[in-house]
């Protein structure tokens, strides 16, 4: 199962109704058998623009991070479940792409450039480039002379 982010955005609301919209979100997801690996709550912030929403008007939500394994079919039943919750202002669920790993050790960054392996091919490269697009030279040698 891939791992998900869901950025959610709730009306403010005292402890216990913020806990029961949480408690809603998190059992959808078991429901559709997935796992929640971490909640990241980043507070009351105030939101870019007014947000107008089933007759009211926002300019304050409480944000939170879900970050969520499911499988890819259930999404779309997460989203319906989550735009029809009068609690949630604005919910969206993105892929969570997982970072290349790169191999560098402290010996070759080190090294004066000159001897780095990338320095080395890429003046291969050049001065491949180079005989590829050299000009040729005009030569002065005339063969006849004009009288």
Known sequence: MPTYEMPLLIRIMN????????KR???????RGGIIRKIENLG???LPCKLSFRGST???????????????STLTSLTDE????????????????????IECT???ELLPPVYRKEVQ?????????KRK???KQFSRKLTYYPS
């Open 58 to 72: 926002y300019r304050q939500a409480t944000h939170f991070l879900y970050y969520f394994d499911a499988p890819p």
């Open 44 to 46: 009351v912030q105030d």
């Open 106 to 108: 402290l010996h070759d």
């Open 121 to 129: 091919e890429l003046m291969k490269i050049g001065a491949k480039q």
């Open 25 to 31: 979100v998190a059992t959808a997801i078991f429901d």
């Open 15 to 22: 402890k216990p109704e913020t806990f029961n919209a949480l």
């Open 82 to 101: 989550y735009n029809r919750d009068i609690d949630i202002l604005r919910n969206k669920i993105y892929k969570q792409e997982t970072p290349e790993s």
């Open 133 to 135: 697009h050299q000009k």
